[in-house]
């Protein structure tokens, strides 16, 4: 039986705007507006969406990086949007986050075996001794050797430094990891061999994952499930085979349309989304999507689309359905 890990329910952040000679607050961001989901024990959840779709904000206010405007994010039976900073730091333990630049979260005067015993001391965990042990099994669980413990961050190239991300993320054995684009910075084949190792990881450690991108192929790779944000909203959500075969929002279905398919003999339709992705301070009315939507009906300009079960496990927010 399947068990829950995170419930997200409608979860905002909105960013106020200073505008104005006085600097009067007059407008608000909605980077994130109203997203709600789940995440089972041992599963990936992919979320994708164009640059500024709200994605990343998601993932920083489930690890309470950023605090959320609105909403609640249950996480192991604790509502981690009502802690305040001592509980919060307490919770990260449980919670680890790997980001998309491993150089930048890499402090350059400190040594690799420093920076993987960080997390450690800052919870008190471990006697010294133990933690140089654990720091030498982390570097080997994540391809490196005990002797690049000594060594410092600008020794090592793109892919190496981002499996001292994941060891750092790993030293206090979280529950759930947040991965923030974390292979977008790498060449393509340095990428799979850092996402084949998240998916060994994940295998001996129980680990969950949510795993943002905004590269369909890798996300396919590695979710179980994978979820589509659009301007702040989560617009499709369902399996990940189901996504991918049978996309239903019109949003989704351009999407994969650009995504290219290896066998030449499967034509696909490009679908070619028109303008930009509209300013967040400023949404469309109804369905965001509308202004560059093909199948955009008059419903679809006055009314927003809820997000609803269309198939088993198929959530849409779309007025087609
Ligand atoms: Fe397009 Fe209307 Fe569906 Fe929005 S609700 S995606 S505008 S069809």
New binding site residues.
């Given amino acids: 039986m399947t068990e829950l890990l995170l419930e997200v329910k409608n979860l905002k952040k909105h960013f106020p705007v200073n505008k104005g000679l006085f600097g009067q607050k007059k407008s608000f961001v909605r980077a994130v507006d109203g997203v709600s989901l789940t995440i089972e024990k041992g599963e990936t959840l992919g979320l994708v969406g164009e640059s500024g779709c709200g994605k990343s904000t998601t993932g920083r206010m489930i690890t309470r990086l950023l605090a959320p405007t609105e909403g609640e994010i249950l996480f192991d039976g604790r509502d981690l949007s009502k802690l305040n900073d001592k509980q919060i730091r307490e919770a990260r333990k449980e919670l680890q986050m790997i980001f998309q630049d491993p150089y930048a979260s890499l402090n350059p005067r400190m040594t690799i075996g420093e920076t993987i015993a960080e997390p450690l001391i800052v919870h008190n965990m471990m006697n010294k001794k133990d933690r140089i042990k654990k720091v030498h099994e982390l570097l080997e669980c994540v391809g490196l050797t005990s002797y690049h413990a000594n060594r410092y961050p600008h020794e090592f190239s793109g892919g190496q430094r981002q499996r001292i991300g994941i060891a750092r993320a790993l030293a206090v054995n979280p529950k759930l990891i947040v991965a923030d684009e974390p292979v977008s910075a790498l060449d393509v084949s340095i990428q799979s061999q850092v996402l084949n190792l998240m998916q060994d990881l994940q295998e001996e450690f129980g680990l969950t994952y949510l795993f943002i991108s905004h590269d369909l192929s890798v996300v396919e790779h590695i979710s179980d499930r994978v979820g589509v944000m659009y301007l702040g909203k989560l617009v499709e959500i369902a399996r990940k085979e189901t996504l991918y075969e049978n996309p239903k929002?019109?949003?989704t279905k351009a999407l994969m349309s650009a995504v290219p398919i290896a066998n030449p003999r499967v034509k696909k339709e490009r679908i070619v989304l028109q303008g930009d992705i509209p300013s967040p301070s400023n949404p469309p009315t109804g369905?965001t999507?509308?202004p560059r939507?093909n199948?955009?009906?008059e419903i679809?300009k006055t009314e927003v689309?809820l997000l609803k079960e269309t198939s088993p496990g198929h959530f849409s927010a779309?007025?087609?359905y």
């Fill in positions: 929002h019109p949003y369905c999507f509308h939507c199948a955009c009906m679809c689309p779309c007025h087609l």
